[in-house]
């Protein structure tokens, strides 16, 4: 299994522009997370899909955040307007909901620099 | 006061030595206990798992978890290097849907010196 693949790697972009974050989750999986990473926040959950139905999205900073996951294989996560606030890594992860534990299985992470 | 509470480091040990990593919790609904490794630029990666209290071993890990002081351990006998890591403890609720929605550490970055 290819794991969770998630795109771009690395995006660079000035305050204001909007920023779209890619995510492909691990075939099967019926859970699929959004996390932000910092060093002062450490890792936070932004909002989580079940089955493509958002569940709980109260992590979601503000209304410039919001995700969307139009089938089992594919969701992003938009930032309209970024704001230099908003650099950070975020992480894409997926889950069993049948499982005999809870394991997230995290991709690499895209690491969004906002000048 | 954050729900979870870990302990940033960083944390420099020689190699061979028993490492203790800690995180001390506020929400008693918590029922399922992880520990996550996460080497430098990559995703975090389950390490542990254990639900509820006791003592969990694998390998050269052993996890604890005492429900009653809110508070989790992470063992490791016979550091090496390539235990360097950041060490994340995350901890979620009981039913299908608290069970996913975990609530991490800040993250302890621990370096194994040969």
């Known amino acids: 299994d290819a794991g969770v693949i998630q795109s771009p790697r690395h995006e660079v972009t000035e305050m204001g522009q909007e920023v779209t974050l890619r995510c492909k989750p691990i075939?099967?999986?019926?859970?699929l997370f959004w996390y932000r990473q910092t060093m002062m926040r450490g890792l936070e959950l932004l909002i989580y899909?079940?089955?493509?139905?958002?569940?709980?999205d109260s992590g979601m900073p503000e209304d410039r955040f919001s995700a969307k996951m139009p089938n089992a294989s594919f969701s992003t996560l938009k930032i309209q307007p970024s704001e230099p606030r908003d650099s950070a890594v975020y992480f894409c992860?997926?889950?069993?909901?049948?499982?005999?534990?809870?394991?997230?299985?995290f991709g690499p992470g895209t690491r969004l620099t906002v000048t | 006061q954050k729900e979870v509470e870990q302990d940033p480091g960083p944390l420099s040990v020689p190699e061979g030595a028993i490492v203790s990593l800690n995180c001390t919790y506020s929400?008693?609904?918590?029922?399922?206990f992880m520990w996550y490794r996460q080497y430098s630029r990559k995703g975090p990666e389950l390490l542990m798992y254990?639900?509820?209290?006791g003592n969990k071993e694998d390998g050269r890990f052993t996890a604890q978890v005492d429900k009653s002081s809110k508070y989790i351990s992470l063992f490791i006998r016979d550091s090496q290097p390539s235990d360097s890591a950041t060490y994340l403890c995350?901890?979620?609720?009981?039913?299908?849907?608290?069970?996913?929605?975990?609530?991490f550490g800040q993250g302890t970055r621990l370096t194994i010196n040969p």
């Open positions: 995350a901890m979620s609720g009981g039913g299908l849907q608290g069970a996913q929605k975990l609530v």
């Open positions: 929400n008693s609904a918590f029922q399922y």
């Open positions: 075939s099967g999986h019926d859970y």
């Open positions: 992860a997926s889950s069993r909901e049948l499982a005999t534990t809870y394991e997230q299985y």
């Open positions: 899909f079940n089955n493509n139905v958002p569940i709980d």
């Open positions: 254990t639900y509820s209290s």
